[in-house]
């Protein structure tokens, strides 16, 4: 599966709808949670549906609605204004049950997904339940809000623990790999780092918050030069062996799950497999 890139943009600043939209992000999510201020909750809702109804359906298609928690004051009002309206896909804010999925998905069209982003010790705990819900398109990990919700200092170990738990629900529930948080840096080196160590726990795929991330994400996702030619060398060592079982590569034992790896980092980079 190819990675995912999501972009969130405000949802009282419709200025930027079709700048995010364009810029390169495989998805957008109209944030209706944290980058909104309580006062501006109304008019966001109000910028979002018209600007929804001119889109085609091709673009609608890649848009998300960031809704409110479950706990919070306004998210009656984000399930009630949702009935209706040409979505997709809607991502649930700090979700911690099963039942808040039901929820959401109950006032979305047929068809239509949710997206559980997982932030507290509570969601941590029930994800694979929440794995489980129908409807549930794939799981994403808040790393920011889970810091502040068990009070730690830092990324590290305790982080890593609940990046992992929900990377291995997804997994056992077969949903695709799930969405990485966002880097708060611009910098781009930050920004691969983050990359690169949500890769190393199963993420495959991430939120950015400014459209310059977008690009090096991208870049970020694909296989580097060294990486690609080892690929070509088990591929094309493997194709000459006639399916042996197990050959040698650069010195190493090379079997079929290693093979398998080396098919997808093609993939990835998308080139062709037969070489």
Known sequence: MSPIIYLFVPGNRPERFAKALASGADRVILDLEDAVAP????????HMAGWLNTLTPPDRDRLLVRVNDAASPWHTDDLHWLRGLPLREVMLSKCESPEQVDQVAGHLSVGASVLPLIETVRGVLAAAAIARASNVSRLAFG?????????LPGPGFALDAAALAIAMASRAESLPPPVAGVTPEL??????????????????AKMCIHPMQVAVVRKAFKPDAQTLAWARRVVAQWQQSNGAGAIQVDGKMVD????????????LAGQSQSL
């Open 39 to 46: 006062d501006d909750k109304v008019a966001a809702r109000t």
């Open 143 to 151: 790393s920011l809000d889970y810091l502040l919700d068990l009070d």
């Open 187 to 204: 910098d781009a080196d930050a920004v691969q780092r983050d990359l690169a160590h949500a890769r190393a726990l199963g993420y495959g």
């Open 256 to 267: 079929k799950p290693v093979l398998l790896r080396a098919e997808r980092m093609l993939a």
